[in-house]
């Protein structure tokens, strides 16, 4: 008996990740063009943006990036090779810091 309830439930966690794996390939971020689109959004949300960099100012922790959008990104990852003028996708959480919202990214994308 204990051996079928050991067998049914690592079955039932199998097929569990698999329907995580499975759900998270179909949610996709949305796209964001502007802050006012940003501000529509509920925090913690998964976007994305697409814009041409206007600074970079860096950290020990993490880089604070502003687009030509109006849109503001966070990324924790030292050694960003960003340049004023490329243009960038970005992904990742909505957050908010001083009433303000940003985008909390966790891939950035140089365009060529």
């Given amino acids: 008996m204990q051996i079928k309830l050991l067998k049914l439930s690592l079955i039932i966690s199998i097929l569990g990740i698999f329907l995580l794996l499975i759900l998270t390939n179909l949610i996709k971020p949305q796209q964001v063009n502007n ?21 970079v100012y860096s950290t020990n922790d993490f880089n604070i990036i502003k687009l030509n959008n109006n849109l503001t990104l966070t990324f ?9 003028n490329q243009t960038i996708t970005a992904t ?5 810091y001083q009433s303000s919202l940003q985008i909390q990214a966790n891939k950035i994308k140089i365009n060529l």
């Fill in 76 to 84: 924790n990852q030292k050694n960003l090779q960003l340049k004023q």
């Fill in 35 to 55: 802050y006012q689109q940003l501000s529509q959004l509920k925090l913690n949300q998964l976007a994305t943006t697409t814009g041409k960099v206007i600074s």
């Fill in 92 to 96: 990742g959480i909505i957050s908010s």
